[in-house]
Structures are given as structure tokens and as C-alpha cells.
């Protein structure tokens, strides 16, 4: 992979209870939390900045798409990490018991662009993908 700036992105999403939020992210997750007020709350996501937002009439079932046999969410979001912190997260986050969209598992098993993934949701619903490459170069291989 060649050297490049990774600027952070910046993601809203509704959530239905503040609290609960707050809770999963910062909590859970072990987000920091940025400014709030009473109708959001901002979390450092390992360095990119996601901010719920209290708009219940926002939520409802995503649409899937067919991935490996799987239904991924369509909208969803979430972190390339290394397959170290990768293993470390589905450790815990199995040992915590989350109720999995897709439990931990490798892709493109031997292949270009082999990666291991985990699909769950917050409270409020939203998708999150947390996924890892055997070699980050192949991050954008065709």
C-alpha cells in the first residue's frame, strides 16, 4: 500500500435513545465521546467522527444484498483494521455475546483480497462491519 494521508470521515446516523447509544459506543465499543446535547452526541470511532442523532422516524428494517450467501445490510458502516485488532474485537465481542448479523469469519479464503469480516448492529439497529486483510494492499484489488 503506498504511503498516503487518510483524512477521517465524518457519519451521521439516527438512533431511537441517546442513552443507549452512548452506552453501545462509548461503552461497548469504547468510543470516546465528543460534544452532545439533547439531540446528539459525537464519538471518536478510531479517529473519524460519527455522531448519533435522536431521530427515531428515522429508523426501520434495511434492504439486503446477497454477499458469500449471506443478507448484508446494504447501509452499514464500520472500520479495515488490522487482522490483529480484527481477532482481538470478534474475541471480545463474542466473549460479550452480541447477537451477530454475520458472525466472524475469513473471505476469499487462499484468494486476492482475502479478508475476514463480522456484521452487528447498534441499538437503534444500524449496521456495522468490522473487517480485516491478510494484506492491506489488496484493500482495493479487483
Not at 500500500?1 to 447509544?21: G, K, N, R, S, Y
Not at 464519538?43 to 448519533?52: P, Y
Not at 460479550?96 to 475476514?116: H, L, T
Request: charged fraction near 25%.
Amino acid at each position: 500500500m503506498t504511503e498516503q494521508t487518510i483524512f477521517p470521515f465524518h457519519l451521521a446516523f439516527p438512533v431511537d435513545d441517546l442513552e443507549a447509544a452512548r452506552d453501545f459506543y462509548k461503552g461497548f465499543l469504547g468510543c470516546a465521546e465528543g460534544r452532545s446535547s439533547s439531540d446528539w452526541v459525537d464519538f471518536d470511532f478510531h479517529g473519524h467522527q460519527i455522531v448519533a442523532h435522536l431521530a427515531p422516524e428515522e429508523l426501520g428494517k434495511a434492504k439486503t444484498s446477497k454477499v458469500d450467501g449471506h443478507g448484508i445490510p446494504c447501509r452499514h458502516f464500520g472500520l479495515v483494521m488490522s487482522m490483529e485488532k480484527w481477532q482481538e474485537a470478534a474475541d471480545r465481542l463474542t466473549a460479550a455475546g452480541i447477537d451477530f448479523i454475520i458472525e466472524p469469519y475469513i473471505r476469499f479464503k487462499g484468494e486476492v483480497g482475502e479478508q475476514a469480516t463480522m456484521f452487528f448492529t447498534d441499538p437503534a439497529g444500524n449496521a456495522i462491519e468490522l473487517k480485516a486483510f491478510k494484506n492491506m494492499d489488496q484493500l482495493f484489488a479487483s
